[in-house]
């Protein structure tokens, strides 16, 4: 009966019906993420219980692996404990065995030398029989270069003169075909016996070695005409030869040699007398030349230049010297410039008169010069230099020497204009400046920088070239007579200049021992020139740092005593060149030290050291037997005494200077020249009269090629 009165309505169904569906969702909804959650807890564990059992493994295989090694390494271990014995035993008797042979052998040597000195003894046992003695004697007649081998006995020849192959080829049949091996006379070298050089001489050594003759000498044989000159044109295979110094020279000689020799590459007729011919010869017939010295000739004229130009030879000449031919006009050079295209190096020495125009012919018709001298060339200008600077880009050598009319600026455009020097050489130019080494600055190629006697170069003007891209790569510096360098130049270059191996300041006032400190660390540095320096003991300790020097000159540095050549010295086992000279405070002292540390000692200088006794040169004589060069003039505490101990301890000496030596005697300077050695002195031979001297005493005397005896009168010496 309620039922009909609380019946419900739509919208209480439809909200019933949400809420019930509500209810539901969010029933369904809690048991979902119940599910997820769980499931998503049961995935973490899972990822960490794996995490945790590859770790587990991983520690398992390291245990595994670190117990392996340590089982390898014990038992390693116990091997080598086991092996120690076998092998030192082992070593034991290599060693035994290596004393018993070293020990065998050293007997087997005494006993040969035993056996060979009782063998020598015997063959010179007194015998009776004359004919006994000379069976023996020709017994030990052997013949040692034969056994040799062919590149030994060749190299010992090949010491030997022209002449004395000659004489050793008449000895025996053996020596005969030894000394005619085609090796020995590829090369002939006359001017060492120019005197005795004569045409038959040339003319038999030309037709005999004339298949393989390839550089023939012939400089200042003064005997030798141009009739025997012809005989050279049969040597097919000749490449270089040197005729300079003879007094003249044909045409029809330099043709017959041109026509036969159409390999020769090198012709050498510096000195020599001849007209306008033989150029014309050599225009016509010398088509593959390529080194050419017509230096000193004053015989030919402009005409005979012309040739040159219109010539068939001559154009791929690449080297040509003309140095001092001062009749050359400007024509002259012309016709060369636009002859020789292809010249490289060229040597335009000596030639006072010529002009701008002149250089610049070679400057627009040769554009492949790499090489360019102008010594004592001295009315060039400005204006020649900026034509090298503007047409000769790839200028590699540049020598200019006794020029008064070129400045700065003009070398400034050089450094510019040629980027690939190497050599430079800019010599007695007073009015050189500063300016001037501002446009080698960015030069990446110098290696070589000669600046002496620019007397306006300054630390600042060094600086530029120093500091720029060549200064790490510098190998020589000469800059004597440059008097306003000093300690800040050589600072600079002991930081930048680690290659540098040649060094000259010679008179430069403002080098002190502060500067010469710095040189002492360059380990690169060989020889060093600090004559007229101001520098002391102090200096001179710092220089024994490099055991590297080779040349050292300290000539007239007045405040250098025997503590600081001492001091030097005692590092310097290896200094080959030593000059000393006018350092008047040395005395014996040094000289003692000197000797006995530098025993590689070749050349010598002492001139001018009043201190110096003959105690001096017994000690050089007791330590420095390689000397070939001693030079002691200007003393004269010196006297006989230490020629003697020269003769006796420096038997390699070649030259000596002994001028102005009061208390030396003639003949003992003619002991000295019997031993080969050649003496310089101040002695008046024509004013002397010498009787005769007796020999030395048996103690004294030592084994020479010209025996001791009556001297000559000094007329006949």
């Not at 000669?450 to 070239?465: F, K, Q, T």
């Not at 320096?533 to 405040?559: K, M, T």
Request: charged residues 20%; hydrophobic residues 40%; positive net charge.
């Amino acid at each position: 009966r309620y039922y009909f009165y609380f019946q419900p309505t739509e919208e209480q169904k439809r909200l019933a019906a949400q809420t019930y569906n509500d209810t539901l969702l969010k029933k369904h909804f809690k048991a979902w993420l119940s599910f997820y959650s769980s499931k998503v807890e049961k995935r973490k564990k899972a990822v960490a219980q794996m995490e945790r059992a590859v770790a587990c493994h991983e520690a398992r295989l390291k245990v595994r692996t670190f117990q392996r090694w340590y089982a390898w390494k014990c038992e390693r271990y116990r091997s080598q404990q086991e092996a120690a014995p076998i092998l030192a035993d082992k070593m034991r008797r290599i060693c035994l065995q290596n004393a018993i042979f070293t020990t065998f052998r050293a007997w087997q040597q005494v006993t040969k030398h035993a056996s060979d000195t009782n063998k020598w003894f015997k063959k010179y046992e007194i015998i009776d029989s004359d004919e006994e003695v000379e069976a023996k004697e020709e017994s030990l007649g052997q013949d040692f270069i034969s056994k040799l081998p062919h590149k030994a006995s060749n190299k010992i020849f090949s010491f030997l003169d022209v002449l004395d192959r000659l004489t050793c080829s008449l000895v025996c049949r053996s020596w005969k075909i030894m000394v005619q091996d085609r090796s020995l006379w590829t090369q002939i070298d006359l001017q060492q016996i120019k005197d005795r050089t004569t045409d038959r001489l040339v003319a038999n050594l030309a037709y005999k070695f004339r298949p393989f003759l390839c550089n023939l000498n012939l400089r200042n044989c003064v005997r030798v005409t141009p009739s025997s000159l012809r005989y050279i044109g049969e040597c097919r295979n000749l490449q270089e030869l040197s005729l300079s110094g003879l007094k003249f020279v044909s045409a029809d000689a330099i043709s017959d040699i041109g026509i036969g020799c159409k390999n020769l590459l090198y012709l050498n007729i510096a000195g020599c007398q001849f007209d306008d011919g033989v150029l014309r010869v050599l225009a016509r017939h010398y088509v593959n030349i390529q080194y050419l010295s017509l230096a000193g000739c004053t015989g030919f004229s402009t005409a005979g230049l012309y040739y040159f130009m219109v010539g068939q030879g001559l154009h791929k000449l690449s080297h040509l010297d003309i140095s001092g031919c001062s009749q050359i006009t400007h024509e002259g050079m012309r016709y060369i410039a636009r002859g020789c295209p292809l010249l490289s190096s060229l040597v335009l020495n000596k030639l006072s008169r010529m002009k701008d125009e002149s250089l610049y012919f070679f400057t627009k018709y040769c554009p492949n010069l790499r090489a360019l001298h102008l010594r004592h060339a001295s009315s060039l200008t400005d204006l020649a230099f900026n034509h090298i600077a503007e047409n000769l880009p790839h200028l590699t050598t540049l020598c200019v020497e006794g020029n008064h009319n070129i400045t700065g600026s003009s070398i400034k455009l050089v450094g510019r204009g040629c980027p690939d020097l190497v050599h430079l050489f800019i010599i007695d130019c007073i009015r050189m400046c500063d300016i001037g080494l501002k446009g080698f600055s960015g030069t990446r190629g110098l290696r070589v920088i000669n600046l002496a006697d620019c007397i306006r170069i300054s630390d600042h003007g060094v600086r530029n070239v120093v500091d720029g891209p060549s200064g790490p790569h510098l190998r020589e510096l000469n800059l004597t007579n440059c008097l306003r360098v000093g300690d800040t130049t050589l600072f600079r270059i002991a930081q930048r200049c680690q290659n540098l191996a040649y060094v000259r300041f010679c008179y430069s006032e403002f080098v002190t021992d502060a500067g010469v400190e710095l040189l002492g660390n360059m380990q690169a540095l060989r020889s060093l020139d600090l004559s007229g320096c101001a520098v002391g003991d102090a200096g001179l300790a710092s220089l024994g740092n490099n055991p590297n020097f080779r040349n050292i000159s300290l000539s007239e540095c007045n405040q250098i005593t025997d503590v600081g050549i001492q001091k030097m010295c005692s590092k310097l086992l290896l200094l080959e060149t030593l000059d000393i000279s006018y350092c008047v405070n040395v005395t014996d002292y040094a000289t003692k030290f000197l000797a006995f540390s530098c025993r590689e000692l070749v050349r010598l200088n002492i001139a001018g050291c009043s201190q110096l006794t003959d105690t001096s040169i017994s000690y050089i004589s007791g330590g420095c037997h390689y000397l070939s060069h001693l030079n002691m003039s200007n003393l004269p505490s010196m006297t006989d005494k230490a020629l003697r101990f020269l003769r006796r301890g420096c038997r390699l000496l070649q030259r000596l200077n002994v001028t102005l030596c009061s208390a030396i005697t003639y003949p003992a300077i003619l002991r000295v020249e019997t031993e080969g050695c050649v003496v310089s002195h101040s002695i008046d031979i024509k004013q002397m009269k010498l009787g005769p001297i007796l020999p030395l005493s048996q103690t004294h005397r030592r084994p020479m090629s010209v025996g001791y005896g009556i001297f000559p009168i000094p007329n006949q010496v």
